[in-house]
């Protein structure tokens, strides 16, 4: 939207709501995005990486210490996105190109899904998304490692199981 805005002239803002309003008077035609399991800061994530040159330097060489991203309802987005070699080579077009008509309309929902609390200090939301993945990547780490010890005690290995407690700690 921001490439689009600047090359015809106008404020993103002022895009976005003709897009909306148009979306809205089609009647039958419409899309209908069906109701996906991604997280709100996985959401808020993408719109801010979409929306902000600023926020792709910043957020790009971060992406790989993010694995749960590529095991998300938007896998196919972020495959998609880090295949590029860095933040500046990205464009909408080749991306858009990368994905199929499904991962398509997920991108679209959560691009224009306004989760923005603002356009002001987008990098600082970008890094509170960022931190909130990490803690949800750091509780699923451990509740596996909870498992594998009580597989462990259940199998009677009492010093495999200390041990992976101890990695708990």
């Known amino acids: 939207a921001n490439e689009l805005a600047a090359v015809l002239g106008i404020e993103q ?12 008077g089609r009647g039958e035609e419409r899309i209908v995005i ?9 959401k808020m994530l993408l719109e801010l990486f979409l929306h902000s040159a600023e926020v792709r330097e910043y957020v790009f060489p971060q992406l790989m210490s993010y694995p749960q991203l590529l095991q998300s309802a938007g896998k ?4 998609g996105l880090l295949s590029f070699p860095d933040a500046a080579s990205f464009h909408w077009e080749e991306l858009d190109q990368k994905l199929t ?21 987008m ?6 998304c960022l931190a909130q ?19 462990a005690e259940q199998r009677g290995s009492i010093m495999e199981a200390l041990q992976i407690a101890e990695e708990l700690n």
């Open 13 to 24: 803002g002022l895009l976005l709501e003709q897009f909306r309003r148009a979306a809205g």
């Open 123 to 128: 990098v600082e939301q970008a890094s509170a």
């Open 133 to 151: 993945l990490g803690a949800g990547n750091r509780k699923g780490r451990i509740g596996e490692l909870k498992k594998r010890v009580r597989e």
């Open 34 to 42: 069906p109701a996906l399991e991604v997280p709100p800061a996985e």
């Open 76 to 79: 196919e987005i972020w495959e």
């Open 101 to 121: 008509p499904a991962s398509r309309t997920l991108m679209a929902a959560m691009a224009f899904a306004d989760h923005l609390q603002s356009e002001q200090n």
